[in-house]
């Protein structure tokens, strides 16, 4: 029965590789317009525009682009950054009493022109009671905040041991996530050029170039180490100074990305749509349920070397106290360094999963870094296992959020920033922090 | 070229430098004084901002009906922050104000609040009662300023602006001198030897923060008076750490530092940005196009601002200007 399930999965993983890369070139990077109009026609009356309905229009990968509301004409004009295909939803909790859309009628797919933009009507009918409840929504949320929350640990891991171990806090982290998908973005397009698209052949090309784009990121966070920080340290700066060094580094990196990879959010050359393989009330693509086991994988590998290897010992104790690791000849730099470099690895890989999951832009790891600060805040500063802990409470309350208030979904972030504040009102240290660390 | 340096003094004591300014100065009583870690000085803008723009558009205010709004609303921020992070390492009040700024802008950023907020658009012709108040000797003329011509509504916020400048400079200059600036000072010093002095250091780190917060809102409050408009946009928190970089390139914990730090900050900017786009119009001097181009050249200035705060804080952290002696901050 299990080998039956795995190899179905397998199959699956197969086909669906091999979908068409929906986003692999984007054309056009000029504004077109949708235009979204919202009637009623009452039995035997006159068609009416219905007011007040709220709009999302979301690309293939999911993310939102344009949001807004129909006029007193029950028409609503949205701009949407290129052309090519958009789902228009409208929110059935904003229609207005008595009025309803069908089961499965409140969003449809558009395809835009370029030039001539595009059009979606939506005809609504009487209300029906409500079908599906949100409880059978609650299991496939919880998979998806566990998810996200594993991709927070693994960029945020880095981030607390670089500041249980310098006690900077990196703004420059951020940056660090952005250089993995961008590079992995990057090199994906070269080997898309040879050789076939779908497939294995595209998850080996998509895992080739992922090692270059954590690679990258890798060098880039190791040779930060070397060029400016132990630099710094060696001369005594302070670390508010090294505080705000991080934050001019993480700006002009941020933007020398904008400058050469482009504003435009793009996805893997390999990328496509795929099906859900449904386990119970869970249905996962291949991608999300690849990727989430990558995430554990990374995060056991972290756990183990931190807990069983010498130099995961050494880790621990420079974090305890620096100069005490040093007097019993730990090596110090040496570690810091090692930090600085597994930091950044993992940085990298977070980003080129953070990329399968959204797109790949040049200002998603500033985007992400808040809340990987929120994670660490969370756990305890300073404490890995507490941004493992931090980092799921915030992927979790994310999700939950976007479930529980399911039209204030653009507010998920903000929710998490607030419960951050709220635990460092009541618990300042922590879920996992040691109290004397605090004040 | 000539318009080009124009433009760049235009920029220095424009509206931009002056709001950016405020913000500073406000920044520098927190950070410079106090050593107060606020991450959260374009959230004390926005609260400024927004305390101006939504009492008029929605309730029909006067606009200057809106200036104590502006003082409580920023008070209040400062206090929510403060009470759960003043007694905390420094380090959890940098996370916190950088948090409460950005759920600030995304709460005025969503569509549900669009009839309050005007959501991503923001809020528009709030200005009516300043375009009516433009003094005689301006009306309708436009001032020149070297090949620049500033109209009569820019140079009355102008106006109005730099006396805010002057009169917080002022007033920030007297209280540091006063006891109670001392004890701030202190407090940057030596937290733990203010506090054995019997001082309660957490009573004066959140004045210190209201005080900041009122000034820097002041200066949200300028900027969007300036721009005829409050969006969130303005408010993101790339706002904070320009901040930064103007009172570290002016010189931190000192009255000058940040009138000092916007001007040569906005002249720089203003100036690069002119001169790059001159070299990539296509015409006379071109710079090559795989280094930049007419689409990409408006990165650069952030860029610049990045790398030059790097090179600032490691080589010269006493500002342009400053003494080394004089250092004021990471002094511990």
């Given amino acids: 029965m299990a080998s039956t399930t795995f190899r179905k999965v397998s199959r699956i993983g197969l086909a669906a590789f091999a979908f068409i890369a929906l986003f692999s070139g984007t054309a056009h990077a000029d504004e077109e317009t949708i235009q979204v109009r919202v009637q009623h026609t009452p039995e035997g009356g006159k068609k009416e525009q219905v007011e007040g309905v709220e709009i999302t229009i979301t690309d293939p990968s999911g993310s939102v682009v344009a949001e807004g509301v129909t006029d007193e004409k029950g028409v609503a004009r949205l701009a949407v950054p290129s052309d090519g295909s958009f789902t228009v939803t409208i929110d059935p909790a904003s229609l207005p009493e008595g009025l309803g859309v069908g089961e499965g009628q409140e969003s449809r797919t558009v395809t835009v022109t370029a030039g001539l933009g595009g059009n979606a009507n939506f005809n609504l009918g009487e209300a029906t009671p409500k079908a599906a409840s949100k409880l059978s929504l609650l299991p496939k949320t919880i998979f998806n905040g566990i998810r996200f929350g594993l991709v927070i640990a693994i960029m945020s891991v880095g981030l607390s041991l670089i500041y249980a171990t310098t006690g900077l806090s990196n703004f420059a982290h951020g940056e660090t996530v952005t250089i993995g998908a961008v590079m992995t973005g990057v090199a994906s397009g070269w080997f898309a050029l040879s050789g076939a698209k779908g497939g294995w052949g595209g998850f080996m090309q998509l895992s080739a170039a992922m090692i270059i784009g954590v690679g990258c990121a890798t060098a880039f966070s190791g040779a930060l180490e070397l060029a400016v920080w132990r630099p710094m340290r060696r001369r005594g700066i302070g670390l508010t100074s090294m505080m705000i060094v991080s934050i001019g580094i993480a700006m002009s990196v941020r933007f020398i990305i904008q400058m050469y990879y482009g504003s435009q959010p793009r996805s893997y050359a390999q990328f496509g749509s795929q099906q859900n393989i449904n386990f119970g009330p869970i249905g996962v693509t291949p991608r999300d349920l690849t990727t989430g086991i990558v995430a554990l994988l990374a995060l056991g590998a972290v756990g183990y070397l931190l807990i069983k290897t010498r130099t995961g010992k050494a880790i621990r104790a420079v974090s305890d106290n620096p100069d005490l690791a040093s007097t019993t000849g730990i090596n110090t730099e040496r570690v810091i360094l090692t930090v600085w470099l597994l930091g950044g690895a993992l940085a990298g890989l977070g980003g080129v999963i953070f990329g399968l999951d959204e797109q790949v832009s040049w200002n998603m790891g500033t985007k992400i870094l808040l809340l990987m600060f929120a994670a660490i805040t969370l756990g ?10 931090g980092s799921l409470a915030v992927g979790l309350f994310v999700q939950l959020w976007a479930w529980l208030f399911s039209s204030y979904t653009d507010l998920k972030t903000m929710g998490a920033l607030l419960a951050m504040i709220l635990v460092l009102l009541f618990r300042p240290q922590g879920i996992l922090g040691k109290k004397e660390r605090v004040g | 070229m000539s318009q080009t340096i124009s433009n760049g003094l235009f920029g220095a004591i424009g ?10 100065i406000g920044l520098n009583v927190h950070f410079g004084y106090t050593g107060l870690l606020n991450f959260g000085q374009a959230g004390f803008a926005l609260v400024g901002g927004y305390a101006v723009a939504m009492p008029v558009m929605n309730w029909q205010w006067s606009i200057w009906a809106t200036i104590p709004v502006v003082i409580i609303a920023s008070s209040i921020f400062a206090l929510l922050l403060g009470i759960p992070t003043l007694r905390l390492r420094s380090d959890y009040l940098a996370i916190v104000t950088i948090a409460a ?19 991503t658009d923001g809020i528009n012709s709030f200005t009516n009662d300043i375009q009516n108040t433009i003094p005689g000797f301006l009306k309708g003329k436009s001032v020149p300023l070297w090949e620049k011509q500033i109209s ?18 002022v007033g920030v200059w007297s209280l540091m001198r006063s006891p109670w600036g001392r004890v701030l000072r202190s407090i940057r010093e030596d937290e733990d030897a203010a506090r054995s002095l019997g001082k309660n250091v957490f009573a004066y780190k959140m004045t210190s923060l209201v005080l900041g917060g009122v000034i820097g809102g002041f200066g949200g409050a300028i900027l969007v008076i300036g721009q005829r408009n409050a969006s969130p946009g303005s408010f993101q928190t790339q706002f904070t750490f320009l901040t930064y970089a103007i009172i570290v390139l002016g010189g931190v914990g000192k009255v000058k530092g940040p009138i000092v730090g916007a001007m040569i900050f906005w002249f720089m900017i203003n100036v690069s940005d002119n001169l790059l786009a001159d070299w990539t119009d296509g015409s006379g001097f071109q710079l090559p196009t795989w280094v930049m181009d007419s689409s990409n050249f408006s990165f650069f200035r952030w860029i610049l601002v990045g790398t030059g705060l790097v090179l600032l804080v490691i080589f010269r952290p006493q500002g342009i200007f400053g003494d080394k002696r004089e250092q004021a901050f990471d002094v511990r």
Avoid: N
């Fill in chain 2, 15 to 24: 509206v931009t430098a002056i709001a950016y300014c405020l913000a500073a």
């Fill in chain 1, 380 to 389: 305890g500063l300073g404490r890995p296992f507490g941004a493992l802990v």
């Fill in chain 2, 101 to 119: 700024a950005e759920i600030l802008r995304l709460l005025v950023s969503t569509p549900k609040l669009v009839h309050v907020t005007g959501a």
């Fill in chain 2, 152 to 169: 009569d509504y820019e140079m009355w916020v102008m106006i109005l602006g730099w006396f805010l400048v002057v009169l917080f400079s």
